[in-house]
């Protein structure tokens, strides 16, 4: 992301510090909010579409940790796992500022910061924000520490479809679990659709009231409502040409589904305090990791709707499920973090390999590239060993380590097409369907495995 296009966030209790960084970024970014009080964060958050924050680490606020910056960098990732977090520090917190790089934050900043270096740390943290590697075997795009690589069947499979649809301006429904890569997709499609120069914009629409839901998607006119103190454009105006992500669609009201649904049949949104109807031309992408067969149900998701979203859905795969995938995706994020945390080059021993093969990824890629990071962030040496890469306690549970008896996923999987197989009594057609492939790739998995 460019820095002329980004949102940055300023959480400072120093009003010096909040007038410093907005002067030295209000020529260099899109927008730049300021903020004394952290206790405001989740609001300011919901309310714009921020794609950076710099968080101060010390506070004199209600909040009594020991460290009220890494709350609140919790918090935030609670809240915007997607935002980077530069955390601003005196020198004598720097120990704390590592330590708030193993609880999530990008980078930190010493005070007093050399201008250039932090507009360069920024700049470089967005360009790193939702890249795309450009590979034979992976879905266009920048390179960067979120890049889609898949040499799976499945993901294969997936980049030939984005390259059938993205120039297309066909709605996209991406299905899958969280931190499978949705709104990377979505950023691919759109960076290989005929809409690249134009606007990208991303809404999660799940985090919205009800109240906020039509403000932040069509816009209102100064004083619409009490707060209304200026127009403003609506998310469907701001990507006018390009695309328009909605994210964690399966999560808005029914309520919010009707305001929805009329806009995108009539290709015109009102704004707030205004009868006055704009003609808006955007290629809607959506997510959710909400089945499909939960969306169906009335009582949750109109069906009109789904219908109007999802012309295709891309079916993003739990890291479980690209088994193959998972040392390829390990040595791309141990590089990348060398590199970031000025280590030497960084590889895996085997039983390192194997451990990272055999465990089962609740919280998918994005859960094996923070525990690639850690593990680069505290490793001894260059070489990693399996005491180095721990899981993150948040994602793991009783009942998801490792597969049972250590079996490897590549027999799992084979075990499972020969049943579906039996099951169908040799039928591909109904055997792939229920497997959720195509014929095609259930054929080049019935040649692996020598079925």
């Known amino acids: 992301m460019i820095l002329k296009k980004a949102t940055v966030l300023i959480v400072d209790d120093d009003p010096d510090v909040l007038t410093a960084v907005k002067l030295l970024l209000k020529t260099e970014a899109n927008e730049v909010i ?16 921020v794609d950076l924050v710099l968080l101060d680490m010390n506070f004199n606020s209600a909040i009594n940790t020991g460290n009220e910056g890494l709350y609140w960098l919790r918090k935030v990732k609670e809240w915007k796992p997607e935002v980077c977090v530069i955390m601003i520090t005196a020198y004598g917190d720097i120990d704390l500022a590592v330590r708030s790089l193993k609880e999530g934050a990008n980078d930190f900043i010493v005070k007093p910061w050399h201008n250039e270096k932090l507009i360069d ?40 479809k984005v390259n059938k649809i993205a ?8 299905l899958g679990e969280n931190g499978t890569g949705k709104d990377l997709m979505a950023k691919a499609i759109h960076e290989r659709s005929l809409r690249a120069d134009k606007p990208f914009v991303k809404v999660d629409v799940g985090a919205l009231t009800d109240s906020l839901f039509e403000s932040e998607l069509f816009g209102h006119k100064k004083g619409a409502y009490t707060d209304a103190r200026e127009d403003r ?55 959710t990791n909400v089945p499909l067969s939960e969306l169906a149900n009335e009582n949750r998701f109109r069906k009109d709707l789904i219908y109007r979203i999802n012309t295709v859905e891309i079916n993003m795969p739990p890291l479980r499920k690209r088994n193959e995938d998972i040392v390829i995706l390990a040595r791309h994020f141990a590089k990348l973090y060398a590199s970031k945390y000025l280590k030497p080059s960084m ?11 055999s465990y089962n990824y609740p919280g998918n890629v994005r859960e094996l590239q923070y525990t690639i990071e850690r593990a680069v962030i505290m490793a001894d040496d260059h070489i990693l060993r399996p005491d180095d890469l721990i899981f993150s306690i948040l994602e793991t549970s009783a009942d998801v380590t ?49 079925i």
């Not at 300021?34 to 300011?44: F, H, Q, R, Y």
């Open 34 to 49: 300021t903020e004394k009080n952290p206790e405001n964060l989740n609001w300011l958050l919901q309310r714009n579409q």
């Open 121 to 160: 740390t920024i700049k470089e943290l967005l360009d790193k924000k939702e890249g795309v590697k450009p590979t034979k075997s992976s879905s266009k795009g920048n390179s960067g520490d979120t890049a889609i690589l898949g040499e799976a069947d499945v993901m294969q499979d997936i980049f030939h």
């Open 167 to 174: 120039p297309t301006d066909a709605n996209i429904l991406i």
């Open 233 to 287: 454009v609506g998310r469907f105006e701001e990507a006018q040409g390009g695309t328009l992500f909605l994210d964690e669609i399966g999560n808005i009201s029914l309520q919010q589904q009707a305001k929805l649904l009329t806009v995108l049949q009539n290709r015109q949104v009102t704004r707030l305090g205004t009868n006055k109807a704009v003609d808006v031309d955007i290629r809607l992408i959506c997510a």
């Open 347 to 357: 590889d895996f021993d085997a039983p390192a390999l194997q451990k990272l093969k």
């Open 402 to 450: 490792v597969d049972d008896d250590n079996v490897p996923l590549s027999i799992m999987e084979k075990n499972a097409i020969l049943k579906v197989i039996e099951k169908h009594n040799g039928n591909i057609t109904r055997a792939a369907k229920e497997l959720g492939l195509t014929r095609t790739a259930l054929y080049r998995r019935l040649s692996k495995y020598d």
